[in-house]
């Protein structure tokens, strides 16, 4: 049977948006994709909202063009596409505007689309497009103005409502009392999108045999003041620093040689060190040898288009790691990258977890399919509730889940009655055990 190598899709936009594309992926029924989803409120906060989840996908897919600038000006250190805007959209949305009597299709303000794409609509359905006011998109600035593009016509009695494609002028246009539309992709457009982005994602796997360079150095603090590089213990220190770490080079297919005296280099590709740090979610060496030798380390990796490169930047990550709490990642462009210590790995659980989750998931929807919940959306509380479970108990299984690829993390619900940090949802992706 043919194998499909995973691809993470980072999913960025506003609430709605970032439904549908979930529901749509789901759809798509391919055991190769993988969703790890950020929802922001306002397009300009979509590169802070990416910048969250990028250690953890191989592509990004954006709700749309204006939030993929925005976060595209920002420096993504994975490819990056998004769902283009106009084509069916545009079609579905002036039908909308007549059936709810929303606007006159005929005297309207649209933004984003191409000038073209309006003209082909128009002529399609048999209207005048003389009447239709159009501001293409060219740029987060060219965003900035929608609002009052819109606003000025309606006011002024040259339209009778907007189609706009930013949930923020939609809102904002409504406020103002402005028979609005927001349009919205068509189904066939996501999936295209979602094509897209996994034949990227698929393709940036390709780089991964590029080779990355790491420093793993002895902080200054470690040493005693007036100490001597060449005093006993401190040899003795180096030999198990660089038997600690052969230990853990060797999973990595990793080179270990010493750089000078108080650090060594380490040099492997960056597929293997993503698997041994799970998708650069975790720094690699820090915590087990920093515990198994007493001393904080401080860790600095390196990525480049090549050896040389990613060893200056191997050295600027490593001056950034002072004090050894955290590992930096420093790339072309500028890019930097945090990396906390480790934590328990997929390796870790029980041999049979695999199955274990399989019967957690059929005994959940079992119990919602007897509730008549066929949505099978759940958060922590929910699973409590049906496993009989502690709390913490019922968030670890919700994780457990969601590693081996059984239920999808979705965005917090954008108002929750409860005080605190609203609860997290979960899709439970039931069809992979009904197969």
Not at 59 to 66: Q, T, Y
Not at 255 to 284: K, Q
Not at 315 to 324: E, F, L, N, P, R
Request: no cysteine; charged share 25%; proline share 6%.
């Amino acid at each position: 049977m043919a194998t499909h190598e995973q691809v993470t899709v980072g999913v960025v936009g506003a609430d709605q948006i970032v439904h549908r594309i979930i529901d749509l992926a789901r759809e798509l029924d391919n055991p190769a994709l993988r969703l790890v989803t950020a929802v922001y409120a306002d397009e300009h906060d979509a590169g802070e909202q990416a910048a969250k989840i990028a250690s953890r996908v191989d592509v990004f897919l954006f709700a749309g063009p204006l939030p993929y600038d925005m976060a595209v000006a920002g420096q993504l250190p994975v490819p990056a596409t998004y769902v283009p805007s106009g084509g069916p959209a545009l079609f579905s949305t002036l039908l909308r505007g007549v059936l709810e009597k929303v606007f006159d299709p005929a005297r309207i303000s649209v933004d984003t689309v191409l000038r073209r794409d309006l003209t082909h609509v128009y002529e399609e359905i048999g209207l005048s497009a003389s009447g239709v006011r159009l501001k293409e998109y060219t740029g987060p600035e060219s965003a900035e103005e929608f609002l009052e593009f819109h606003r000025s016509l309606y006011e002024r009695g040259r339209t009778t409502g907007a189609v706009t494609t930013v949930p923020t002028v939609d809102v904002a246009l409504r406020k103002a009392g402005v028979p609005t539309l927001r349009m919205t992709p068509s189904s066939m457009t996501i999936r295209q999108a979602l094509t897209t982005a996994i034949l990227m994602g698929s393709g940036a796997k390709l780089e991964e045999s590029r080779i990355v360079t790491m420093i793993v150095r002895v902080p200054a603090a470690a040493l005693p003041a007036h100490a001597s590089a060449s005093a006993y213990w401190y040899q003795e220190l180096k030999l198990s620093l660089h038997r600690e770490l052969l230990r853990d080079a060797r999973p990595m297919d990793a080179a270990v040689v010493p750089r000078d005296e108080h650090s060594f280099l380490i040099v492997t590709t960056m597929g293997s060190l993503r698997l041994a740090t799970d998708n650069l979610s975790m720094a690699p060496f820090l915590d087990r040898i920093s515990e198994e030798l007493g001393i904080r380390l401080e860790i600095g990796i390196g990525l480049g288009t090549s050896t040389r490169e990613a060893e200056v930047n191997a050295q600027s990550a490593v001056d950034k790691a002072t004090g050894g709490e955290t590992a930096f990642v420093v790339g072309p462009h500028g890019f930097v990258l945090q990396v906390p210590g480790e934590r328990t790995r997929a390796a870790e659980r029980p041999a049979q977890a695999d199955s274990r989750a399989t019967q957690i998931l059929a005994t959940l929807a079992e119990q919602l399919d007897d509730a008549n919940d066929t949505e099978r959306i759940v958060d922590a509380e929910k699973v409590a509730e049906l496993l009989g479970v502690t709390l913490r108990t019922a968030r670890r299984t919700l994780h457990t889940l969601v590693d081996e690829g059984l239920a999808w993390p979705m965005p917090p619900p954008r108002r929750s009655s409860k005080i605190g940090r609203p609860p997290r949802p979960y899709q439970l992706l039931v069809e992979k055990i009904l197969r």
